[in-house]
């Protein structure tokens, strides 16, 4: 044999045998989750406010989480699952800021597979594999949230039809075994057939791909509750003013109770800051005198009436006039047209302004025959969300923006969590905790397992728990889909809270959404505010603001009459609510 040979032949050996390796890791893995992937019982419920707190002030933490976004509380589920001592607090509400404000897809990014053949830039390529990956997990983990969606592409030029087809398939390549479905062409009949509305002039049909869609502030909140439930102790509206250190180095955090102004101390091994487009201030309190790591951009989003969209499909416009990506997504029956990647500056509760929601209807108008153009009266929410891009501290050209994500850790042993995508956050919480556990020394009893935990309401979840519902609550189908999509299997829980017999108290006439959620999510989802149920719990806020605003008073007079309540200042949290929903498009869009 010659050397070329034996060379080819150990590449191959070795190549094998780390495929074999990998396997029956991820099966050892595997059935390490199952012990813990049995089902919660019902009775079961976050601690709490009272309890968590006295955890908080009392125990000695592995790590403490800076930040209640997705990755905060994918770093809360992950070091929960591998057996560590985790606490993780959140400033607002879990997923107010960026977390629940994003397009509401599940994917790979389409125009990161373009850009990195385009520049030859392999981090786009590697982001766009490593979210591929990933999608799959966020589908098999909280399978009724997170749904397959069929995308169209349409094509008005006859020769970019094998360029996108092209593209496309190499997306499906990239996808390997998780595949969601082959990319393919429909005709130009077959487009119109699906969406009656569009601008058929020059249209040559359609490029159809797979992705990935869910509710986001439901996907992240599930989260957290499920790091709740293997031990994480969890707390929104805490705040963090201060970060403690011994000899310089970081070992706690000075906390602010933002519901009664308590300030108190928690102490750990280890802080991780994942606080998105607010690194930089996390990063200050630890060295005042760090560069800022933050290259914030913003998406702006709409939601308009379900006819303005494709049927059962999301739309993708490639190139926009600014040479952005503008969707239409199907979501909670209405349509959401969304585009990402505006330079701005980093705000709580961003806005929408007038110029952004104008410009994108524009965009929108391109595709919609003349009969059926948007305007601005047709809206029902608009909002901004900040996406934090970063740049590697370790790179050299301090230029470089990084759409993958960094884990840094700072002299002070500051662990920066930052970038990335919504769909990775899995991956960045591995990446995280491993760093953590490496850096402080810490004894996990087991290794990451997250790609197999399932989140609550998932563990029941099949085609037979729609009958289940709709026989023990003695519903409508309408309301079991409605509350199986909300809830899974935790929408059993529903019983405890409706009389038999009895019909569920809507909050508005035009929604499903009802005064026993209301109390549901006070109870077991840690809703401490108005804006947290109407816009994160239910997202009435997000797909009619108006509608919302009509909510307001019902919903105050039900926490009022909750005793974890008593002292609620009634005035005072409705004009928060109000303000809140003013970042929703309430005030420009009345």
């Known amino acids: 044999m010659s050397w070329r040979n034996r060379i080819l032949f150990c590449a191959g050996a070795g190549i094998a045998g780390y495929a074999i390796y990998r396997h029956y890791d991820n099966r050892k893995k595997e059935k390490m989750a199952q012990v813990l992937n049995s089902t919660p019982p019902r009775s079961w419920k976050p601690n709490s406010r009272d309890r968590t707190l006295s955890n908080l002030k009392t125990k000695l933490y592995d790590i403490l989480v800076i930040g209640g976004g997705i990755n905060g509380a994918g770093c809360a589920l992950d070091g929960a699952t591998r057996g560590l001592k985790v606490a993780m607090v959140e400033g607002g509400d879990f997923g107010q800021e960026t977390s629940s404000k994003s397009t509401k897809l599940i994917h790979g990014g389409v125009r990161y597979l373009e850009q990195a053949f385009k520049t030859l830039d392999m981090r786009n390529l590697s982001l766009v594999i490593e979210a591929l990956y990933e999608r799959k997990f966020i589908l098999d983990a909280i399978p009724y949230v997170a749904k397959p969606l069929k995308i169209m592409l349409p094509v008005y030029n006859r020769l970019m039809v094998p360029y996108f087809l092209a593209g496309l398939k190499m997306y499906d390549l ?10 393919h062409y429909i005709s130009t009949e077959e487009t119109v057939k699906n969406f009656p509305d569009i601008e058929k002039s020059k249209l040559k049909g359609s490029i159809v791909y797979y992705d990935g869609i869910h509710d986001d502030a439901r996907t992240n909140l599930m989260v957290a509750i499920t790091a709740s439930y293997y031990g994480a102790d969890v707390l929104n509206y805490c705040k963090v003013i201060e970060l403690i250190k011994k000899n310089g180095i970081i070992v ?98 961003p806005r929408a302004k007038e110029d952004e929601v104008q410009f994108i209807l524009n965009e929108a108008n391109k595709f919609l025959r003349n009969e059926k153009q948007l305007s601005k009266k047709k809206v029902l929410s608009a909002w901004s969300g900040i996406r934090p891009l970063v740049k590697d501290p370790t790179h050299t050209n301090t230029k470089t923006i990084a759409r993958t994500h960094v884990v840094h850790q700072t002299e002070e042993n500051l662990i920066l969590l930052a970038g990335g995508k919504w769909t990775t956050y899995r991956a960045m919480a591995e990446d995280a905790i491993n760093m953590a556990i490496k850096k402080n020394n810490l004894v996990a ?31 409508s189908e309408k309301e079991t889909d409605h509350l199986i999509n909300r809830y899974g299997d935790r929408a059993f829980i529903m019983s405890d809270y409706k009389q038999e017999n009895q019909t569920f108290t809507k909050l508005h006439e035009n929604y499903l959404f009802s005064e026993e959620e209301v109390k549901y999510s006070i109870e077991h989802e840690m809703a401490c505010k108005p804006a947290d149920i109407l816009s994160r719990r239910m997202r009435l806020g997000f797909i009619d603001v108006k509608a919302a605003e009509q909510c307001i008073d019902k919903v105050l007079e039900i926490f009022k009459n909750n005793l974890n309540f008593h002292k609620f200042d009634v005035k005072k949290e409705k004009k928060e609510c109000i303000d809140y929903f003013n970042t929703l498009g309430l005030e420009i869009l009345k």
């Open 174 to 183: 990239f996808s390997w075994n998780r595949s969601l479905g082959p990319s």
């Open 252 to 349: 706690g955090a000075k906390c602010e109770n933002k519901l009664t102004k308590e300030v108190f101390e928690i102490h750990s091994k280890c802080v991780i800051s994942t606080v998105g487009p607010f690194t930089d201030q996390i990063k200050k309190m630890a060295n005042k005198d760090s560069q800022n790591l933050v290259v914030p951009s913003s998406g702006i989003h709409l939601v308009v009436p379900k006819e303005y969209g494709v049927h059962n499909m999301g739309l993708l416009d490639p190139n926009t006039a600014d040479g952005r990506v503008l969707f239409f997504i199907p979501w909670m029956d209405k349509t959401i047209l969304g585009s990402t990647d505006n330079p701005c500056k980093v705000e709580q509760n």
């Open 445 to 475: 009893e087991r290794p990451c397992i997250t790609p197999y935990i399932k989140l609550l309401g998932s563990h029941q979840y099949g085609p037979d728990l729609y009958a289940r519902i709709e026989r023990e609550l003695n519903i």
